[in-house]
């Protein structure tokens, strides 16, 4: 069974950067199309950034248009985010997600079958 592992989370002050890794062990990435989503108190879970298993094509919530992007690593069959210039509003616990094959939009909680334990993220000053 895939199982998914998050790191890299942490606290922040506001404009900094981090970067969070999803790996996976036994099971080769390549074949899943991987999201991220995040969950803040009291709010749903909302899709941040997707990257498709076929052509590596990628996806953005509006709210995080040029500030994250999202990449592979084949090689180390890790998926990462890459977040800057984050804002107090990026505060949530991040999670990243599998599903083999493609997916449509990607941001799409539904969309996945497999998910990780999630990593907090704390933009404060």
């Known amino acids: 069974q895939l199982q998914l592992v998050e790191s890299g989370g942490g606290l922040v002050q506001p404009g900094g950067s981090l970067r969070l890794s999803c790996a996976a062990s036994?099971?080769?990435?390549?074949?899943?199309?991987i999201g991220w989503f995040r969950q803040a108190p009291g709010k749903e879970r909302e899709g941040v950034s997707c990257?498709?298993?076929?052509?590596?094509?990628?996806n953005y919530a509006d709210s995080v248009k040029g500030r994250f992007t999202i990449s592979r690593d084949n090689a180390k069959n890790t998926v990462y985010l890459q977040m800057n210039s984050l804002k107090p509003e990026d505060t949530a616990v991040y999670y990243c997600?599998?599903?083999?094959?493609?997916?449509?939009?990607?941001?799409?909680?539904?969309?996945?079958?497999?998910w990780g334990q999630g990593t907090q993220v704390t933009v404060s000053s």
């Open positions: 997600a599998a599903q083999w094959g493609t997916v449509v939009g990607g941001l799409s909680w539904y969309e996945y079958g497999t």
């Open positions: 036994r099971f080769n990435l390549d074949y899943y199309s």
């Open positions: 990257i498709t298993s076929s052509h590596g094509s990628t």
